[in-house]
């Protein structure tokens, strides 16, 4: 009896000190990756030209800013659809979506609005007529959202809609805060440069 | 009649309100000098305690309503100053397909689908264009400009759409962060493959035409366009 006993633990000792010895060597993955769950790839598929367009943006602007935008809803829960319950409070839930978005918006002048009748040139001056500035993009791509929090269930649909009220709500606070100005101003300042390294010596801007 | 004493002080902006209020009837500013704003301060025996009441809810005010602006400033977290001119912009499109099949104890696999639409821009940087890069002989201009560089990839939400869902019984649909966390690897990919796509050569040409136009409009008759030595690596700021 005392025999088998000894030979039991003597087999269960060799076996821990395997799985140890395995491990240092790498044998084995550790507790942690076993029961971690693999990342999700996607496949490496083509990407296809749909369109190119010629542009003339002068960029002039960009502000970062972060915004949260959020959504909620009442829905029926799980537990009223098997038990029909009376009470609407019990019967009901709150669906909630935050999510946190940090994102850029660039501005700037678009120089090919400029027309022939917009410069006039006379020996070394030139005057121009730069074009008003604008929002050129307000980019918010996927890998620039945190999800706060999603309670329920959301649709695709709904959540990009959550998306572009992040996306507009960080808009309107970047032209409150006078990037469109700013914008103007420092398209003069990078034309006037330009300008004066092409030889004119007197530039006007209307 | 009052009886005016008249005395000036010199105070700083930031001073309590209790080291001025109590004597003002008229206050005019002179110029400051060495960091500090002087102040006249004209003085006047008779019972001002309504006026002076009143002065000191509007420096209260003041010093408030200064706070709030510089709170509102701090919203956005930083404004840019740049000179980029974006030449050409690339519409492309991509499928996001994956499967979630690898983890050993989740019983069922789940599939997903999902198609999306990409804005490249390129350009080049204005600011790096000096003095020395540009010669002018008469009505000849030489102009040597910094190469290309990707300068935005915009993928906007209404643009990604989940085509086809495939969810094993055991499973939970994919949640917008897991759906976000996908297409934020296409956007890595078509950001690495902007340079096989030929985006950096289409907009160095279409700089070295828009730069020809421009510079003819203004006069000039011959313009020869080149690019300089430097990397032509995409990378976005």
Request: net charge positive; proline share 4%.
């Amino acid at each position: 009896m005392l025999k088998i006993l000894i030979r039991y633990i003597a087999i269960a000792i060799v076996l821990i000190a395997f799985l140890i010895l395995a491990r240092k060597l790498n044998w084995l993955p550790s507790w942690s990756d076993i029961f971690k769950s693999k990342p999700v790839k996607i496949e490496n598929t083509p990407i296809l030209v749909k369109e190119i367009n010629e542009l003339s943006q002068l960029t002039t602007v960009t502000a970062f800013d972060e915004v949260v935008a959020d959504s909620f809803r009442v829905s029926q829960n799980n537990f009223s659809k098997i038990l029909p319950l009376p009470m609407p409070v019990l019967a009901s839930s709150v669906d909630r979506i935050v999510l946190v978005g940090k994102g850029r918006v660039t501005a700037g002048i678009d120089l090919k609005k400029i027309k022939d009748s917009d410069i006039h040139v006379e020996k070394d001056s030139i005057s121009i007529k730069l074009p008003q500035p604008e929002i050129f993009d307000a980019i918010l791509n996927p890998s620039d959202f945190e999800t706060f929090t999603e309670e329920g269930e959301w649709t695709p649909e709904a959540v990009t809609l959550v998306k572009i009220k992040a996306r507009q709500e960080m808009t309107d606070r970047v032209i409150q805060q006078g990037i469109l100005n700013r914008a103007a101003s420092k398209g003069r300042q990078v034309m006037l440069n330009f300008l004066t390294g092409t030889g004119f010596k007197k530039i006007h801007f209307e | 009649m009052a009886e005016f004493v008249f005395f000036s002080a010199s105070l700083r902006w930031r001073d309590p309100p209790w080291r001025i209020v109590p004597c003002f009837a008229h206050i005019w500013r002179a110029p400051p000098a060495a960091g500090r704003a002087k102040f006249h301060i004209q003085m006047l025996n008779c019972n001002m305690f309504p006026r002076i009441l009143l002065v000191s809810i509007l420096i209260f005010c003041c010093q408030a309503c200064g706070k709030k602006n510089l709170e509102q400033k701090q919203e956005i977290l930083a404004i840019k100053e740049m000179s980029d001119l974006a030449t050409v912009e690339y519409v492309v499109t991509k499928i996001i397909r994956a499967s979630d099949d690898k983890t050993w104890y989740k019983f069922g696999d789940r599939k997903i689908l999902m198609s999306c639409k990409a804005s490249l821009k390129a350009g080049i940087d204005f600011s790096k264009i000096s003095e020395s890069d540009i010669s002018i002989f008469g009505k000849e201009i030489s102009l040597q400009l910094p190469h290309a560089r990707l300068l935005s990839l915009n993928i906007r939400p209404e643009d990604l759409k989940v085509e086809y869902q495939d969810i094993g019984l055991l499973r939970t649909e994919f949640s917008s962060q897991e759906r976000d966390q996908l297409a934020a690897q296409a956007q890595k990919q078509i950001e690495g493959s902007a340079e096989a796509l030929g985006i950096l050569q289409t907009s160095e040409n279409n700089a070295a035409l828009f730069i020809t136009n421009l510079l003819r409009q203004m006069g000039y008759e011959k313009v020869n366009v080149s690019f300089g030595t430097q990397s032509n690596q995409p990378h976005l700021n």
